[in-house]
C-alpha cells in the first residue's frame, strides 16, 4: 500500500551493498513487477549524513533504469514506458523535500530533460504537495505521450481536448513549467501561471468541430496556460481549402 493506494506486487527483488568506509549504498538491481514500477532500476545513495547524525546534510541519490515503466496512478491516466532514464536528486534531511537535480528520459520518440522539486507542506493529517518543473523535450513528440505526461485533473478542459481532437502530429520541441504550491487546486480553478507548455508542432490532424471536416497537415506553435490553451496555426489543409492562418 502506498498512502491511500493499493500496489498490487507481482514480484519484486533487490541487491544493494553498503560500503561503511565511504558511507555509500550501491543498488546493483532492485527488479519489480508492481503497478508502481514495471521493470529494473540500479543507483546509489550517500548516507554519510544519516549515519553521522548530521541534521542538515541532504542524501544524495543517482538512479538509472532501461526498458522499464513508471506508474502514478491516479494522477496520470496510465503507467510511462521509458527506453532510458537517469536521475540525480537530493533528498532533504526531514525527507519532506526531494529536489531533482537532473533528469534524462527517452521514451518513444522522445528525448526530455529537466530539473525541479517536490515537497510535502502542512501538519502530518493534511499534507499537500508542493511541485516546480523544468523540462525540454526534444524528437517526435506525439499527441499521445502530452497527455501521458500531462496529470488527468491538472487544466482538464485542455487536456480532454487535445485527447479527442488532435488524433495525430509531431511536436519537434516542447518547454514545460510547472509552478504548483501546496493547495494550488483547492479552489478549483488554477492560476494560468502555474502550468505552462509551449511546443511546435507539425504535420498535425485537428478536428476543430464535429460537424467540419478535419484539419490536415496543421503546422504551427500552440501555448497552454492552467485553464486555457492556444494553438497559431501557419499551415494546413480542409478538405481542398488550404489554410495559411489560424487561431
Known sequence: RLGDRNIAVGGLSVDAIYDPATKIVTLASLKANSDVLAGEITGSMDVSGIMSGDMTKPTAIKL????????????????WPFASADVEASLSPDMQKLTIVNAKIVTGGMTGAGSGEFWLDGPPEARQLGVKI????????????????????????????????????????????????????????????????????TDATIKFLDDFPHVTGVAGTGHLEGNRMTVDVTGGAMNSWLVDEAK
Not at 64 to 69: A, E, R, Y
Not at 148 to 158: D, E, R, T
Open 134 to 201: 523544468n523540462a525540454v523535450g526534444t524528437g517526435a513528440i506525439t499527441p499521445q505521450q502530452v497527455t501521458a505526461f500531462w496529470p488527468v485533473n491538472l487544466g482538464p478542459g485542455a487536456r480532454t481536448w487535445v485527447k479527442n481532437r488532435v488524433p495525430s502530429g509531431t511536436a519537434s520541441r516542447a518547454v514545460y513549467r510547472m509552478d504548483w504550491p501546496p493547495g494550488a487546486n483547492a479552489k478549483g480553478l488554477l492560476a494560468n501561471d502555474v502550468l505552462t507548455l509551449d511546443f511546435t508542432v
Open 64 to 79: 538509472s533504469g532501461k526498458d522499464f515503466s513508471l506508474g502514478l496512478m491516479p494522477m496520470f491516466e496510465a503507467p
